[in-house]
């Protein structure tokens, strides 16, 4: 039986605890005391600095910096935010890529961030993020698969995924999409 995300949380919470001799609450501390104030910045010291692997420094970035979704009252608002004032327009896109990826399956897990929503399975396999006010990019992890028109190299757009998608029409969610959507999902 999967854990739920709290369930996972605690783990991470306490293997950081008993990998590095220090609480969750102490590397908040430490990462507050950096004065750094972007996420990626952050990580790359925590990294450089303390000798911490990224996904714990990532873990404590996101927790300093409250942006994951455990660190606000309702995931909605944190989607609502996404989509607010000039990039209202885009939500339908966003609204019918996760109708699509709902039927995938009962395991898919719609995990919102501060500036983007994770889709995941066992692992994530793709993001929703609302880039610009006239675009939201999909970002898919297709290891192995050619870029190819649409269906881009990822490049400098998220290190999480190996393919991007860029949309400013619901119209572009189409099967196309869809297929590589549902493809990243078979292979998480």
């Known amino acids: 039986m999967s854990k739920t995300a709290a369930e996972m949380e605690a783990v991470m919470i306490q293997n950081l605890a008993n990998k590095t001799g220090k609480s969750l609450d102490e590397w908040i501390k430490i990462a507050k005391a950096g004065k750094i104030d972007k996420h990626r910045a952050l990580i790359n010291y925590l990294k450089d600095e303390h000798g911490l692997t ?47 990826v ?9 995990a919102p961030k501060k500036a983007y929503v ?5 692992k994530q396999f793709a993001i929703v993020q609302p880039s610009t006010k ?30 991007r998608v860029r949309l400013s029409d619901k119209k572009e969610v189409d099967g196309a999409l869809i297929g590589w959507l549902k493809q990243a999902y078979d292979a998480s």
Not at 118 to 122: A, D, G, H
């Open 54 to 100: 990224y996904g714990y420094a990532n873990f404590i970035a996101h927790k300093t910096f409250r942006s994951d979704a455990g660190s606000v009252a309702r995931e909605n608002d944190l989607i609502a935010a996404q989509y607010a004032g000039p990039k209202a327009a885009l939500r339908p896109i966003y609204d019918l890529i996760i109708d699509a």
């Open 102 to 110: 709902k039927k995938f399956g009962g395991d898919v897990e719609i």
């Open 118 to 122: 994770s889709l995941r399975r066992k």
């Open 134 to 163: 006239t675009r939201v990019d999909v970002g898919i992890n297709l290891k192995g698969v050619a870029p190819t028109g649409r269906l881009e190299a990822s490049g400098s757009f998220n290190a999480m995924v190996s393919h």
